[in-house]
C-alpha cells in the first residue's frame, strides 16, 4: 500500500461516524466508471465537459472521478458537508424509497445525483460552480452503483462487519470497495478491457433529466439483500471473491453507462 493510499484510507476511517459509506469503489473502481462513460459521450457532451475541465491537473472524467473523496483531505469543511450525499441507507425498508425518510434535505446520494445534474445542466450557471457539479456527478453516480452504498445503516454499509481474507483483516464494505477488483491483479488499462468486453447495458429510458438514480438505488440495494451477498462467515474463501465479482463489474459496467447517459442528457439534450 503506498503512503497516498495509506493516507486516505486512514482519513476514511477518521471519518466513518460522519460518512459511513464514502469511498466507494476505491480509487480505480470510480476511475474505470469514469473512463467508461468518456468512451460513450455525445461530441457536444464532450467539447463542453472538456472545456469545464480546463486548467485540472487531469482534464478527463477520470481524472476528477474521486475528487468528491478526496475533500476529506483537500477541503474538509465541504468534505464534511456533504458526507451524506454518498449513500442512502434503504436495506432496512425492503429497498423501496422514501425521500422524507431516507433523504431527509436531500441529503443522500439519490437526491444529490439529481441537484448536481441539474446545476451542471444550466448554462446560466457560473463555470466554477458547474465544474464542481461536474465533478460530483461523477464521483455520485460511480457512488450508487456500489451495492453497499444503498444498502443498512445497521452495519454501516458493511463497514462493521468485520472480514478476513488470506490472513488480512478487514470489512465487506473494503471488500467491494477495492477487495473484489484488486484479487484480479490487473491495472488500470486491464480491466478497463475487461469491462469493455461485458455486454453494454440496455438503456433505462432515453436520456432525460432529472436521472433515475432512486432506481440505480434501488437495484443496488437488491444486490445487498439477496442471499449470498453477506457472507456465512467472517472468513471469506475465494469462492465469495469468484461469485461476487462478477456481480461488481456489471455494476462497474452499468455506473459507467449511465453516467454517459446523465452526461449527454445534461450537456448535448434533444
Same mark, same amino acid.
Request: aromatic share 8%; with cysteine; net charge positive.
Given at each position: 500500500?503506498?503512503?497516498?493510499?495509506?493516507?486516505?484510507?486512514?482519513?476514511?476511517?477518521?471519518?466513518?461516524?460522519?460518512?459511513?459509506?464514502?469511498?466507494?469503489?476505491?480509487?480505480?473502481?470510480?476511475?474505470?466508471?469514469?473512463?467508461?462513460?468518456?468512451?460513450?459521450?455525445?461530441?457536444?457532451?464532450?467539447?463542453?465537459?472538456?472545456?469545464?475541465?480546463?486548467?485540472?491537473?487531469?482534464?478527463?472524467?477520470?481524472?476528477?472521478?474521486?475528487?468528491?473523496?478526496?475533500?476529506?483531505?483537500?477541503?474538509?469543511?465541504?468534505?464534511?458537508?456533504?458526507?451524506?450525499?454518498?449513500?442512502?441507507?434503504?436495506?432496512?425498508?425492503?429497498?423501496?424509497?422514501?425521500?422524507?425518510?431516507?433523504?431527509?434535505?436531500?441529503?443522500?446520494?439519490?437526491?444529490?445525483?439529481?441537484?448536481?445534474?441539474?446545476?451542471?445542466?444550466?448554462?446560466?450557471?457560473?463555470?466554477?460552480?458547474? =465544474?464542481? #457539479? @461536474?465533478?460530483?456527478?461523477?464521483?455520485?453516480?460511480?457512488? +450508487?452503483?456500489? $451495492?453497499?452504498? *444503498?444498502?443498512? %445503516? !445497521?452495519?454501516?454499509?458493511?463497514?462493521?462487519?468485520?472480514?478476513?481474507?488470506?490472513?488480512?483483516?478487514?470489512?465487506?464494505?473494503?471488500?467491494?470497495?477495492?477487495?473484489?477488483?484488486?484479487?484480479?491483479?490487473?491495472?488500470?488499462?486491464?480491466?478497463?478491457?475487461? =469491462?469493455? #468486453? @461485458?455486454?453494454?447495458?440496455?438503456?433505462?429510458?432515453?436520456? +432525460?433529466?432529472? $436521472?433515475?438514480? *432512486?432506481?440505480? %438505488? !434501488?437495484?443496488?440495494?437488491?444486490?445487498?439483500?439477496?442471499?449470498?451477498?453477506?457472507?456465512?462467515?467472517?472468513?471469506?474463501?475465494?469462492?465469495?471473491?469468484?461469485?461476487?465479482?462478477?456481480?461488481?463489474?456489471?455494476?462497474?459496467?452499468?455506473?459507467?453507462?449511465? =453516467?454517459?447517459? @446523465?452526461?449527454?442528457?445534461?450537456?448535448?439534450?434533444?
Amino acid at each position: 500500500m503506498t503512503r497516498t493510499v495509506f493516507s486516505a484510507f486512514l482519513s476514511f476511517c477518521l471519518l466513518l461516524p460522519l460518512a459511513p459509506r464514502a469511498g466507494a469503489w476505491g480509487p480505480l473502481g470510480h476511475r474505470l466508471v469514469a473512463r467508461l462513460a468518456e468512451a460513450d459521450l455525445d461530441p457536444r457532451a464532450r467539447a463542453e465537459i472538456q472545456r469545464l475541465l480546463r486548467g485540472e491537473a487531469e482534464p478527463t472524467l477520470a481524472g476528477i472521478a474521486n475528487w468528491a473523496d478526496d475533500l476529506r483531505e483537500n477541503d474538509p469543511d465541504l468534505g464534511k458537508a456533504t458526507a451524506r450525499w454518498h449513500y442512502v441507507n434503504i436495506g432496512e425498508h425492503d429497498c423501496s424509497y422514501q425521500p422524507a425518510r431516507d433523504c431527509p434535505d436531500g441529503k443522500c446520494v439519490v437526491e444529490a445525483i439529481r441537484a448536481q445534474s441539474a446545476i451542471l445542466a444550466d448554462p446560466r450557471r457560473p463555470d466554477a460552480e458547474r =465544474l464542481q #457539479a @461536474l465533478k460530483f456527478v461523477v464521483h455520485f453516480v460511480g457512488d +450508487a452503483h456500489q $451495492p453497499l452504498h *444503498a444498502g443498512y %445503516a !445497521r452495519d454501516k454499509g458493511g463497514n462493521d462487519f468485520q472480514t478476513s481474507y488470506q490472513g488480512k483483516g478487514g470489512n465487506l464494505h473494503r471488500v467491494w470497495d477495492s477487495g473484489l477488483l484488486n484479487s484480479r491483479g490487473l491495472n488500470e488499462d486491464g480491466y478497463l478491457r475487461v =469491462l469493455r #468486453a @461485458l455486454p453494454l447495458p440496455a438503456p433505462d429510458r432515453a436520456a +432525460a433529466l432529472p $436521472p433515475a438514480s *432512486a432506481d440505480w %438505488a !434501488r437495484q443496488s440495494c437488491a444486490i445487498v439483500v439477496a442471499p449470498g451477498f453477506y457472507p456465512a462467515r467472517a472468513k471469506l474463501e475465494t469462492a465469495y471473491y469468484e461469485q461476487q465479482r462478477p456481480i461488481a463489474e456489471r455494476q462497474l459496467r452499468l455506473g459507467g453507462a449511465r =453516467l454517459a447517459s @446523465l452526461l449527454n442528457a445534461a450537456l448535448a439534450p434533444h
